[in-house]
């Protein structure tokens, strides 16, 4: 008895330590084994991914749902993911503090405090029922550099000081008005934002004052960044979208960001009995927005066929709009919305983006003129409002330059060859980096996710990847 459960015990005993030693899924790339990472240390894959992970992992579990992934502006949820980005800073040698707009600060002074700093960030802000690396990714994956800096007791080398931001509202889900945060800092975001409500009339400036705020015109002055304290700001974020992943590369360097226009469409109608007016009398606002996204969805689509070159557009701008240009209706509601009334009013977003800045204000003078036709043809009145607007964002060449060789030297460490070069791309999506243009150069380095899926609890990045991403944002720093 005795003897067997020797060597029970022994077959235990070697069994778990042939565990221990066996490399797992997650510690692969590209062939490279854990074996030849321990004889590697300066990939630093227990910081850089492990701990990464867990942490994407953990913040996307702060949330303001049950069900699904939701932080927006200075919400309880945004609150708690604050405190968890400020730890993390501090465990990373930062001095931290949050200003009064939300935004989590940590900064290294270097080796050179007194000058210009560089800026490293992404947005803490989710949309509703969101992935856990959208924004969150480029805020930890910068801490994680530092920390590993600060681990080897090299963060005081540093040739600038480092700063990195987590903003607080980039997407603008809760108020319809996008880089709150980064707008702030940049100095383009205006007093007169503190009077924006959400749909339920709360304002901006009553959201500050529940988090013990006081908002004014002199608060605004103070969180604009000189733009000669700042040398420029690196933006790490996934792709969403799938070029990287068809051509097989964790990392692309962006070349520029698609300019950005929102509207809100008011449709009003006549209100009345479902079963009672004939369709020859109806005014009816429902059919009428119906008829304009089908016209946007076509002019989107073949642009070409619609706009003329008539002083709004030009020839190499329709050219653009042709291989860049997208449009979504996002959101609809209806009054009062009972399926036995014909509605009274109609409301629904329109999202429209494109590289070409002249292209997609073409786009929306003939869009708004469509619209207003179509009203007319059907006896309904229309009001359009520009909720929001952003120029097409070209990334500085030098600051692109030193990525692709940081991105190029991360995945070359840890494959050991590379024979293609690191892809260059545009983004379709809009970046804090937008807003941050307005104050200094900018730059951008976009990490692969599975399927291109974005917005989605679908959202997936592989943990070498987050690896990947990591290192080369070491690699950055290291020659700043």
């Not at 590369?249 to 226009?261: D, E, M, R, W, Y």
């Not at 606002?285 to 709004?312: N, R, T, W």
């Not at 509601?333 to 997609?360: C, F, K, M």
Request: include cysteine.
């Amino acid at each position: 008895m005795t003897s067997t459960f020797t060597f029970f015990h022994s077959c235990i005993i070697f069994l778990f330590y042939l565990f221990l030693l066996t490399p797992s899924r997650a510690s692969s790339f590209s062939g490279i084994e854990t074996g030849d990472l321990e004889k590697r240390g300066d990939l630093f894959p227990q910081i850089l991914r492990d701990e990464a992970v867990a942490r994407l992992v953990e913040l996307g579990k702060v949330s303001d749902a049950s069900g699904y992934l939701e932080r927006t502006f200075l919400s309880p949820a945004s609150m708690r993911a604050i405190d968890l980005i400020q730890t993390w800073m501090e465990d990373a040698g930062l001095r931290t503090w949050v200003d009064q707009m939300g935004n989590v600060h940590g900064r290294v002074e270097g080796a050179n405090a007194n000058t210009e700093a560089l800026l490293v960030g992404s947005h803490l802000d989710t949309v509703v029922d969101a992935g856990k690396f959208d924004g969150s990714l480029g805020i930890i994956s910068a801490i994680s550099a530092l920390k590993v800096l600060h681990v080897n007791e090299k963060l005081q080398n540093l040739r600038r000081p480092v700063e990195v931001i987590a903003f607080c509202d980039e997407e603008g889900v809760r108020f319809q008005t996008t880089f709150l945060g980064s707008g702030a800092i940049a100095g383009i975001l205006p007093a007169t934002s503190l009077e924006i409500s959400d749909k339920r009339n709360v304002m901006i400036k009553d959201v500050l004052k529940e988090n013990s705020i006081e908002p004014t015109e002199e608060m605004f002055s103070q969180l604009k960044y000189d733009p000669k304290s700042v040398w420029g700001y690196v933006e790490l974020h996934i792709e969403q979208g799938p070029v990287l992943e068809q051509v097989g590369f964790p990392l692309g360097v962006v070349k520029g960001i698609a300019g950005q226009t929102r509207l809100k469409v008011t449709v009003k109608g006549s209100q009345g009995h479902a079963g009672t007016v004939p369709m020859s009398m109806r005014q009816d606002p429902m059919v009428a927005a119906a008829e304009q996204i089908v016209l946007m969805e076509s002019l989107c689509k073949h642009p070409e066929e619609y706009l003329s070159f008539d002083g709004h557009c030009t020839d190499s701008s329709i050219k653009s709009l042709s291989s860049s240009l997208v449009c979504t209706v996002g959101e609809i509601s209806t009054w009062p919305s009972a399926s036995n009334v014909i509605p009274g009013q109609v409301t629904y977003t329109v999202d429209i983006r494109a590289i070409d800045d002249l292209g997609r204000e073409a786009v929306i003078y003939d869009l708004s003129n469509r619209i207003y036709q179509i009203c007319d043809k059907r006896s309904v009145s229309c009001l359009i409002e520009h909720k929001h607007e952003a120029g097409a964002v070209i990334c500085d060449p030098e600051l692109s330059s030193q990525l692709k060789s940081a991105a190029y030297s991360a995945l070359k460490r840890m494959e050991g060859d590379i024979q293609d070069e690191v892809p260059t791309l545009m983004s379709g999506a809009g970046h804090d980096a937008m807003a941050m243009s307005r104050l200094t150069k900018v730059g951008m380095l976009f990490v692969r996710c599975r399927g291109g899926i974005s917005h989605s609890p679908q959202e997936d990045v592989l943990d070498d990847d987050v690896w990947a991403a990591g290192l080369a944002t070491l690699s950055f720093l290291e020659n700043l």
